[in-house]
């Protein structure tokens, strides 16, 4: 079968970008010929990570007749059966794909690789009206309005104008139906992504870990929340300093974090930067992991820190959470509205009973074999076969 992935970026360093390669490269180790089209092209020097997979892009803006021609284009040249849209909540994505496959012997899988009913335009809209006073809180409420209706209306389309439609979660199905106003749910199918980085399930290196917290992603304070992992830190820091926190990445606030740990005298705080290679020492040292996020679709960072024997604390506003953790068992989950404090009184519970820590990391190690990558690439090719089979 032949494969044509549509992606707004194109190779990059986030999570969808990593899981069109890791989907790409084992399609094509199947014996399926892989094409990507991507809007950008803006990191050449990944390219490399690809194995025998055609890349063409694409230009924006999105609807450009240019690039229906490129994608029918491909689409025959190519001999393409299933296009998998990776870039699936701007609706005229999903139109401009359309009008380029035209035949239905093309089909079309769509993957939303977040919440249904949040994104980080939404976040920052909420953030907008939280902090707006008189008739700029009016302004910003209509603003916020607008922005779920929009979102609204291109998770219905999408799902409409595809032939499947994958969430994350089974937990998603209920949410994705009832903001997109959509009974008939059909169409929509759950597969979650898997550890996508070279795993260690021994236990020789467990005894060796150092007494660090771990954060690994992009730093923003608009869905990361990665202000709330210091200010965490903060109130539990004087107690505890033979123990560190570590940021790996990079992102927009990082300067305001760096300036917050500073002004604050916020001790044993290190930011380590961008890596290209895999952050698998910052998990083989690391004992614990702490993720704040309101934005979440997955959250690729636990199940890899957990196979590395990380325990995961992690902030529960999003539902697939509870698919990979078993609260008090092989992590922690803390409740909704945020709570540093209750975030900080978890990490330290750690700190203070060590053999607690050691069974619960036992545990998380355990539980992310469930996350490997052959069972994940079972669904798909599941799928795939299951979408040509009942064509008409």
């Not at 998998?84 to 035949?103: D, E, G, H, S, Y």
Request: glycine share 6%.
């Amino acid at each position: 079968m032949n494969i044509l992935f549509v992606i707004g970026k194109y190779p990059g360093y986030g999570g969808t970008e990593k899981m069109t390669t890791i989907l790409g490269n084992e399609f094509f180790k199947l014996g399926h010929k892989v094409v990507i089209a991507s809007f950008d092209l803006s990191a050449p020097e990944l390219v490399s990570g690809l194995d025998h997979i055609k890349l063409i892009k694409l230009s924006y803006p999105v609807s450009a007749r240019t690039n229906i021609l490129i994608l029918k284009k491909e689409i025959e040249k190519e001999g393409i059966d299933i296009i998998i849209n990776q870039w699936c909540l701007p609706f005229n994505v999903t139109k401009m794909i359309n009008r380029a496959r035209k035949c239905k012997r093309v089909k079309l899988i769509s993957v939303l690789h977040g919440v249904p009913n949040k994104s980080k335009k939404v976040i920052i809209a909420e953030d907008n009206y939280k902090n707006s006073k008189g008739i700029k809180k009016i302004v910003s409420l209509i603003k916020l309005k607008l922005t779920h209706e929009v979102i609204r209306y291109s998770c219905g389309y999408v799902y409409d104008h595809s032939d499947k439609y994958v969430l994350l979660s089974k937990s998603f199905i209920p949410t994705f139906s009832k903001y997109s106003r959509r009974k008939d749910t059909t169409k929509l199918t759950a597969i979650g992504n898997p550890i996508s980085i070279t795993t260690d399930y021994s236990s020789d290196y467990i005894e060796s870990k150092k007494n660090q917290i771990l954060y690994v992603g992009r730093l923003d304070m608009e869905n990361k929340r990665v202000n709330r992992i210091i200010e965490t830190w903060q109130l539990i820091a004087d107690s505890h300093p033979d123990w560190s926190l570590h940021l790996v990445g990079e992102g927009p606030h990082r300067k305001a974090l760096q300036d917050y740990v500073y002004i604050n005298n916020v001790r044993n705080v290190f930011f380590h930067g961008f890596r290209p290679e895999e952050p698998t020492n910052f998990y083989r040292n690391a004992k614990i992991l702490l993720l704040t996020s309101d934005l979440e679709g997955f959250g690729l960072v636990i199940v890899e820190a957990m196979s590395y024997a990380v325990v995961p604390i992690v902030y529960g506003s999003y539902s697939s959470i509870y698919d990979i953790i078993d609260s008090g068992k092989d992590g922690f989950i803390t409740d909704v509205p945020f709570s540093a404090q209750i975030t900080a009184d978890r990490v330290e519970e750690l700190i203070k009973n060590p053999a607690t820590w050691r069974q619960i990391a036992l545990q998380s190690q355990i539980k992310s074999h469930k996350f490997e990558l052959k069972p994940t690439i079972d669904k798909w090719i599941s799928l795939i076969r299951n979408i040509k089979h009942n064509e008409n």
